[in-house]
């Protein structure tokens, strides 16, 4: 293991994420077991005071996770210069076997935690509490995720040593090797933006359908998660050459470095955040009809369509802004 | 949204107020905290202000460098295997080096002993150029007193010294003496046609691989060194004591967590009852939480910054006093200079992680508990 | 209309040390009256008083508010509701020392999250009603008995609450202070504001204005009109 202070603070961070998740879950079990609100006992009482515990600490844990994986990010780019054949993070991260299931846990876990606490919003909107157990039962759901985040952190940091020799995105982005990378990579540049612009095309269609008849937000979900996994590819198959001006150079992570303006966060942040509204927004439908959230829930979850399909337009200046001022042409 | 900022506003509002009127109590939290986050910022900005310098140093170092290795140590290099290595294609220029480290004994440093690549750097015969830490380690009292050197017990040789290098970059320059290579030959006592090693200049940063590994099959008794790689032991070096200092700061952030836990759960009976007395004008659980967030963020961003400006102080300008023995190791000659100020996002983000999340984790749960009071308690 | 049914509370549910502190009450009290509840010191007339102004739960029974059941709410929103509906005025006033009497005033103001200028505006008048334009910038502690209770009145009227309670406002006050204090009871009934004192004081029962007197002893509600007596050894 490297000893090094970035890769502290960020076990701490997992350490105590892990600690939350044990404890929420435990919590989660006494809530399915024995939550009932039409009982005015001390306990039932205690059980809600301890709900806002629970609910503070995913607010703090995921806020703490979104910094702990541009940390990660960060930190793996820096640390490339340690390893042999490393440039950049995904060097690093290809170190061992655990660098990038680590990378996607974290991802997976800002998700999870952000979807939860819309729940948890919505929730706290009805006067009887009426998606608590579900809540809880879907905290169950999304512990194990942590726990999987903290321990294949752990196991990554504890096999990173300095004498492996990695590879790095120029071998690993290229269309001639086997891996879901290249895959990626090997889509080809114009396919990537047709299909990211059909589908952008697929969220704006059920966006504006949904608006109008308040109705369907599983469409728009889907249509969110698709332009998330397309948003993605088309880095990767096409914008980062644009960004690069280098018509080989296929890296999702080297976008974020400052020698290119720290131009991925202007994709990735309102990407991540689009996509995530959107997801709220279909996982909030199915309660819409519930008595008590039937004068709150439908705003919100159309409030959460306009907020998405205003980071997924963010995202597309981003990306016309990306082709529109390089040198590179790579079509006509 | 409007209402969630504004309300957010009137907290922190509430919040300044609140710790201004417990100005003592508050002061005192802030000092201990920032002191802790002081010397873990020290540690961080003084590891990577060495990282830093040496990578600028390294920039100039040559790609490749070339030893010659029997039974596993290193010997001195024949000059052939320079023209060797120059026919290899990608590799613009090698030229053999004669180095070595000269034990002074009386003072018992070591000074490093070379003859520069740089012919406008090489001294006359009879002359050295010497780093500044060799004057100051022998007491030479004024400009232009000569050198003396002692191989063994009755030999002393004199140098008349040429120049004195800057302080800038003096990390690698402390303990250097420079000297002519008819002068090093002598006094070392190494034959014409032997080098220390060779040192190889390529055209294409990313050729450096393909040529060692051609290279390595062409003469196998030989060991290439690569600028990567000496780059990648001075980081770890300097990653694994600054990981020291880390832990020990650590240990002070631990006792300064179990602190303010401590703190935030024995509230004073003034403190109580007036949370006692939110709850009961309408305050919920959350805004009494959401204002105690407050408060421990206002605290830790306070502490955060004082130490780290405290931190950036102390490394860069008072040259990090404290920790220099420990990172730059226990070498007799210290190099004496200013470190280039640098700072970067990484190291931000690690030390506002570092500090505010344990004190946050530390105080949440008392925090909770202080909220959850009952609303009528101050009825009573 | 506040509505209470087969109310029971019991503290230390459960333990050895519990006890019935109120125990089946039945109770209407209606929009725009004056309502004092009366009763010895321990009969439960702040927990009766915390009950039906949605700071405490009840262990059992039923309190409902024009019609809505509350006694089954989350504690979340009963806060909520109590904010919107209630104004207290306590009986040890409970300023935050330190604060001035404007901030006192504005405390409730904080989790609605309204605009500050239009909320500061709006505590002023409060406060010049009340005769405490010129102490409002002055901290909590260098304010006499009479100018807290007052600051206190204003903090509980701030959110403009229909209903305003007070428990044992004039246990602390002279005559002649406690009479003001009426006054001003008296002035916000006429303008349409239902009052709800608790008192063992009789300057209040015999006070001009007062509805409906409800007695307590021992955790229920005495029928009829009050004996002489019942009270007793307490007034004093
Ligand atoms: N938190 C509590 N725990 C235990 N007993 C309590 C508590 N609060 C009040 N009591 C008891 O309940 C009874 C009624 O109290 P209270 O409602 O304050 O009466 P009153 O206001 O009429 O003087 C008293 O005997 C008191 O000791
Ligand atoms: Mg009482």
């Not at chain 2, 290899?88 to 000269?102: D, H, Q």
């Not at chain 2, 008349?160 to 320059?173: G, Y």
């Not at chain 2, 780059?231 to 602190?259: N, P, S």
């Not at chain 3, 502190?21 to 309502?35: F, K, N, P, V």
Request: glycine share 8%; proline share 4%.
């Amino acid at each position: 293991m490297i000893f090094q202070p970035p890769i502290l603070a960020l076990l701490m961070v997992a350490a105590l994420a892990a600690l939350v998740a044990l404890w929420s879950g435990a919590f989660a079990i006494r809530v399915l077991a024995r939550w009932d609100m039409a009982n005015m006992s001390r306990a039932q009482l205690r059980m809600e005071r301890m709900a806002e515990l629970v609910s503070t600490l995913f607010g703090a844990v995921m806020l703490a996770e979104l910094a702990a994986l541009l940390l990660f990010v960060f930190n793996s780019d820096r640390m490339a210069s340690l390893f042999v054949g490393a440039m950049c993070a995904v060097g690093t991260l290809n170190v061992n076997a655990y660098g990038f299931p680590a990378l996607y846990l974290k991802i997976g876990v800002f998700f999870a935690a952000t979807l939860w606490l819309i729940l948890d919003h919505a929730d706290r909107l009805g006067r009887d509490f009426p998606l608590t157990k579900v809540k809880y039962a879907a905290l169950l759901a999304i512990a194990p995720l942590i726990l999987a985040d903290g321990a294949t952190e752990l196991a990554y940091f504890l096999n990173l040593h300095t004498d492996v020799i990695t590879s790095c995105c120029t071998k690993l982005f290229t269309p001639n090797n086997p891996g879901l990378a290249n895959h990626m990579a090997s889509i080809g540049e114009g396919t990537a933006l047709v299909w990211l612009s059909v589908i952008a095309l697929a969220v704006a269609g059920s966006g504006a359908y949904v608006m109008l008849r308040k109705r369907g937000y599983w469409i728009y979900a889907l249509a969110s998660g698709a332009l998330f996994v397309a948003g993605l590819t088309a880095i990767v198959a096409t914008i980062s050459l644009y960004i690069y001006e280098d018509p080989n150079h296929h890296c999702p992570f080297c976008i974020l470095k400052p020698e290119y303006g720290y131009f991925g966060y202007v994709l990735y942040v309102p990407l991540f955040f689009a996509t995530a509204m959107g997801l709220g927004a279909g996982l909030l439908q199915p309660f819409a009809n519930i008595p008590s959230l039937k004068g709150k829930l439908p705003g919100l979850i159309a409030r959460q369509v306009v907020w998405s399909m205003i980071g997924f337009a963010l995202f597309g200046l981003a990306v016309i802004w990306a082709i529109a001022r390089s040198h590179l042409i790579l079509f006509g | 949204m409007m209402t969630w900022a504004r309300r957010q506003r009137a907290l922190a509002d509430y919040t300044l107020a609140a710790l201004s009127r417990r100005k003592g109590k508050n002061i005192a939290l802030v000092a201990i905290f920032s002191l802790v986050v002081f010397a873990l910022s020290s540690a961080m900005f003084f590891a990577a202000a060495l990282r830093h310098e040496t990578t600028v140093v390294l920039r100039d170092a040559p790609e490749i460098v070339v030893q010659k290795l029997i039974m596993g140590r290193q010997d001195l290099i024949p000059g052939d295997v320079v023209e060797t290595i120059a026919g290899f294609r990608g590799v613009t220029s090698a030229k053999g080096r004669l180095w070595g480290y000269y034990y002074d004994r009386i003072n018992g440093a070591n000074y490093t002993v070379m003859v520069p690549d740089d012919p406008a750097l090489i001294p006359p015969v009879g002359y050295v150029a010497v780093g500044e830490g060799v004057p100051r380690a022998r007491g030479l009292a004024w400009e232009g007193a000569p050198l003396f050197l002692s191989r063994y017990e009755g030999d002393l040789k004199r140098f008349d010294v040429d120049r004195t290098f800057s302080r800038d970059s003096a990390l690698m320059t402390a303990d250097l003496v420079l000297m002519n290579p008819q002068d090093f030959r002598a006094f070392f006592d190494i034959p014409e046609g032997l080098y220390t090693d060779v040192v190889a200049t390529v055209r294409n940063q990313n050729e450096v691989a393909t040529i060692v590994t051609k290279a390595s099959n062409a003469s196998p008794q030989m060991r290439f060194v690569t600028r990567a790689d000496i780059e990648r032991t001075y980081q770890k070096l300097f990653d694994w004591r600054e990981g020291l200092l880390v832990v020990l700061a650590g240990a002070g952030l631990l006792a300064f967590a179990i602190f303010a836990a401590e703190k935030a759960s024995g509230l004073s009976a003034e403190e109580a009852r007036e949370i006692g007395i939110l709850k009961a004008v309408g305050w919920d659980t959350r805004d009494v939480i959401a204002m105690k967030m407050w408060e421990g963020g206002l605290v830790s961003l306070g502490a955060f910054l004082i130490g780290t400006v405290a931190g950036f102080a102390h490394v860069f300008l008072f040259d990090g006093v404290l920790f220099a023995p420990v990172l730059r190791g226990w070498a007799v000659i210290y190099p004496d200079f200013a470190l280039a100020p640098h700072i970067d996002g990484v190291q931000l983000m690690t030390l506002a992680l570092l500090t505010v999340v344990p004190y946050m984790a530390a105080t949440v749960v008392p925090v909770w508990r202080t909220a959850s009071g009952d609303p009528d308690a101050v009825m009573r | 209309m506040i509505t209470l049914n087969a109310v029971t509370k019991l503290y230390n549910e459960g333990r050895p040390n519990e006890f019935a502190a109120l125990q089946e009450i039945d109770l209407t009290l209606a929009r725009g009256a004056m309502s004092v509840l009366r009763g010895p010191s321990g009969s439960g007339k702040t927990t009766l008083l915390s009950i039906l102004a949605c700071m405490a739960r009840p262990t059992s029974g039923r309190v409902s508010i024009d019609g809505e059941l509350v006694s089954g709410l989350p504690e979340r929103f009963l806060t909520e509701l109590r904010r919107t509906t209630f104004g207290f005025v306590f009986q040890r006033f409970n300023l935050v020392r330190g604060l001035t009497a404007l901030e006192n005033v504005m405390l409730p103001t904080v989790p609605l999250g309204a605009d500050y200028g239009q909320t500061r505006d709006k505590a002023m008048a409060r406060l010049e009603a009340l005769g405490l334009a010129d102490k409002a910038a002055m901290p909590i502690e260098h304010l006499s008995g009479g100018e807290a209770q007052r600051t206190a009145i204003a903090r509980a009227l701030i959110n403009d609450p229909p209903i305003l309670i007070a428990d044992e406002p004039t246990a602390n006050l002279d005559t002649a202070l406690a009479e003001k204090f009426l006054a001003i009871l008296a002035e916000e009934r006429a303008a349409g504001r239902t009052v709800i004192l608790t008192s063992h004081d009789p300057r209040i029962w015999e006070a001009e204005g007062v509805d409906r007197i409800v007695t307590l002893r021992d955790g229920r509600i005495v029928e009829g009109e009050l004996a002489e007596g019942v009270l007793g050894e307490d007034v004093a």
